[in-house]
């Protein structure tokens, strides 16, 4: 009999080391045996990808928050079916740089949908596919980060207001609050080390 996959989500604000960590946890679950997919948010499957180019490119008002959310999850549709549910299926870890809760931030939160919309939005898209633990990280210098980063080059949500995404970071909070079994908040400062432990201590639970 097949063990079961696990499916963990990182979620943070811009800047904070999603897309870093989500290849060192991969490596250090690699490293302890576990079978890991790495995978991203919007994307993942050829669909998704295609939908990426739409949703992250172009005048940030090319779309408004409503159609967001809709091609999120559609992109998240195409994701769930061709990737994260055949790996859970063989029995392997799933690690997705953002998930649905990105989307409760942003569109719901920040966007001013209503995170309760949002995630109905999404019911059709997901079914019963769902993280069994989302760690948000969480850093002040984030911000400052993404900006150095993107030298004013940023993506079509990357580069909104710093109070759009003061509004994004407590939507984390509030997801965090509501559902603390599942989402963890996570510290994001210090060496890229020290928050991979970080992260692997909130996992302890699931690890074989």
Known sequence: MTAAGRFISLEGGEGVGKSTQARELAAALQAIGIDVVLT???????????????????????????AEALLFAA???????????????????????????????????????????????????????FPDRTLVLLSDEGQARAQLRDTGASDRIGGRSEAYHHKVETAFRLIAAEEPDRVRLVDAS???????????????????
């Open 75 to 129: 992109a998240r549709a195409d994701h769930v079916r061709k990737t994260i549910r055949p790996a859970l299926a063989a029995g392997r870890w799933v690690i997705s740089d953002r998930f649905i809760d990105s989307s409760l931030a942003y569109q719901g939160g920040a966007g001013g949908l209503g995170i309760e919309v949002v995630r109905s939005i999404n019911a059709f898209a997901l079914g019963d596919t």
């Open 40 to 66: 991203r948010e919007p994307g993942g499957s050829d669909g998704a990808d295609a939908v990426r180019e739409l949703l992250l490119s172009g005048a940030d008002e090319r779309f408004g928050p409503d």
């Open 190 to 208: 210090g060496p890229k080390e020290a928050v991979t432990k970080r992260l692997l201590d909130v996992l302890s639970d699931l690890l074989p």
